[in-house]
């Protein structure tokens, strides 16, 4: 299986962009969902399909996925957007899920 | 609003099996959709273990060694997990989760139960 690495933190200011990165070989073959979990919660699906948004989720919240990298942009982050981030890789040829490490977002 | 549920010992021996159900409401087990189960251990992250298709088709994190066997029971509304010759390390909040496959992620998930494993 492959490894998606992710930096442990990030620090932003109100009303900044936040950009969360996912890395791992040839990440830009395969799709890429995003997850936001507050702390003492369960994780909330933000971007699914590399760059699609579910329903009830900000426009703020958006995401792309290229060559080695995928990126996670929080535009005009708020306050409540601090909270653990992972990304989530799916290997269409083995049908197999792969997490990545998880990135803690603070916003201060 | 689907909802899932899961239930289960908190507490397991080491090397004996770890026994979880996923209560399904608001909607069928039985519809295209998969079923996982999805662990943290505490303040760690997350670690998808497999999914089952309603039809029973199964897929498994090849980590786990093949220790885990996830199940489906249509009558009941509900899948289940058994992990088996359980370590320290597989101490963990474990959640149940919903997904339509492929690439459109993780849509409903479970509130998590904790499972420590300690004799």
């Known amino acids: 299986s492959f490894e998606l690495t992710q930096p442990p933190s990030l620090s932003v200011s109100p009303g900044q962009t936040a950009s969360i990165t996912c890395s791992g070989d040839?990440?830009?073959?395969?799709?890429i969902c995003w997850y936001q979990q507050r702390p003492g919660q369960s994780p909330v699906l933000i971007i699914y399909?590399?760059?699609k948004r579910p329903s009830g989720i900000p426009e703020r919240f958006s995401g792309s996925n290229s060559g080695n990298t995928a990126t996670l942009t929080i535009s005009g982050t708020q306050a409540m957007d601090e909270a653990d981030y992972y990304c989530?890789?799916?290997?269409?040829?083995?049908?197999?899920?792969?997490f990545g490490t998880g990135t803690k977002v603070t916003v201060l | 609003q689907v909802r899932l549920q899961e239930s289960g010992p908190g507490l397991v021996k080491p090397s004996e099996t770890l026994s979880l159900t996923c209560a399904v409401s608001?909607?069928?087990?039985?519809?295209?959709?998969?079923w996982a189960w999805i662990r943290q251990p505490p303040g760690k992250g997350l670690e998808w273990i497999g999914s089952?298709?309603?039809?029973?088709?199964?897929y498994y994190n090849p980590s786990l060694k093949s220790r885990a066997t996830i199940s489906v029971d249509t009558s009941k509304n509900r899948f289940s997990l058994n992990l088996n010759s359980v370590i320290a390390a597989d101490t963990a909040l474990y959640y149940c989760?919903?997904?339509?496959?492929?690439?459109?992620?993780?849509?409903?998930w479970g509130q998590g139960t904790l499972v420590t494993v300690s004799s």
């Open positions: 989760a919903r997904h339509p496959g492929g690439p459109a992620g993780v849509d409903y």
């Open positions: 608001n909607f069928s087990i039985s519809e295209a959709y998969f």
């Open positions: 089952i298709f309603h039809n029973g088709g199964t």
């Open positions: 040839k990440l830009g073959d395969k799709y």
């Open positions: 399909q590399d760059n």
């Open positions: 989530q890789a799916w290997d269409s040829t083995t049908a197999l899920y792969v």
